[in-house]
């Protein structure tokens, strides 16, 4: 069973940039999907990003989009979310999740449910 690991959050001011990692305790990282999503106090957890286990394709929420940058190094088994220009409402617990390439379609790589293994999370905060 794969565990993931989530880092680099912390505390910026709006307009700052952050970069998360998400490290998968396999050596075949490369075979799983993996999605990023994040989830602010009192709201339903969201989806940021994804990439399918080959790299060839990446997804994004609309309100991310041209922001926020997801990619994967597979000698790293690493997964990373590239955030810029970061606003206020960016803030909350984000999570990596990942799934054993076995998504279909590519609606299925925006839903919570796709994914069989999440990591703990990593708070991001944004200051106005």
């Known amino acids: 069973q794969v565990q993931l690991a989530e880092s680099g959050g912390g505390l910026v001011q709006a307009g700052d940039s952050l970069r998360l990692s998400c490290v998968l305790s396999?050596?075949?990282?490369?075979?799983?999907?993996i999605g990023w999503f994040r989830q602010a106090p009192g709201k339903e957890r969201e989806f940021v990003a994804a990439i399918t286990w080959s790299a060839s394709n990446t997804f994004y929420a609309d309100f991310v989009r041209g922001r926020f940058t997801i990619s994967r190094d597979t000698g790293k088994n690493t997964v990373y979310l590239e955030m810029n220009s970061l606003k206020p409402e960016d803030a909350g617990v984000y999570y990596c999740?990942?799934?054993?390439?076995?998504?279909?379609?590519?609606?299925?790589?925006?839903?919570?449910?796709?994914?069989?293994?999440w990591g703990q999370g990593t708070q991001v905060t944004v200051s106005s």
């Open positions: 999740a990942g799934d054993h390439h076995s998504i279909l379609r590519y609606s299925d790589y925006r839903q919570k449910g796709s994914y069989d293994y």
């Open positions: 396999t050596r075949t990282s490369s075979t799983y999907d």
